[in-house]
Structures are given as C-alpha cells and as structure tokens.
C-alpha cells in the first residue's frame, strides 16, 4: 500500500525539527491549491505517521509547505526580517498511488536541501 512521509533535520542544531509546522496541500489543474493536511511534528522530526495513505493517496501533483523561519524563531535563533528562508515549498508529483514516497528536508536558517528518500 502507497503513503507520503517526511522526515525534518534541523541541520543549524543537529536534531529533529520537532515542533516545525508542516502543512499539505493537493494542487488541482485550475490552480487551486487545498490544504489536506496540517500537522506539528513530533519529537522525531516527523508527522507521527504517514501524511497520506490508503484512499487519499492520489496521483498528481502535490506540495509540502514547511515553516522554517518559525521554528528557528522559537529555538530562539535571531533573524533578520524578512528572514532569507522563511515557509521552505516544495512541489512534487505522485506518479503511482501504490509506491511509497517519503520526502525528508534538512533545513537551517539560510540553506535546505531534499530529495526522495526511502
């Protein structure tokens, strides 16, 4: 059975972003972006379980939205306003509802990177 995952390291600290914000919306042909879920995460740097499965696991296209400048504000990280990374998105496709997609981000204060993990 297919689901969509994710993993946050804070790459500045060298921990899980625990508490980092993360929303995910599907985005629809007409431009319409539905936020379908909205979670903190946990301890671990993750959503406490898959952010899609079972029916709602759904080709298209997709996007992550995960709230950087925030949580470094709230680890008590001074920045400057605007911050250089505030909300980090990212836009991916689900090509095939029954494969697993775990998407992970490291992220820092001034740099992120991702990529499609396993």
Known sequence: ???LSTHVLDTMHGCPAAGMQVRLQRLHDDGRAE???QVQLDADGRA???LL???AMATGRWRLLFEVA???RA???????PPF????????GIADAAARYHVPLLASPWSYATYRGS
């Open 75 to 81: 680890r008590g990280v001074e920045l400057p306003e």
């Open 1 to 3: 059975m297919g689901h």
């Open 35 to 37: 936020t379908v879920r």
């Open 48 to 50: 406490g379980g898959p």
């Open 85 to 92: 990374i505030d909300t980090v998105t990212l836009d991916f």
């Open 70 to 72: 925030p949580y470094f």
């Open 53 to 55: 499965e079972g029916p």
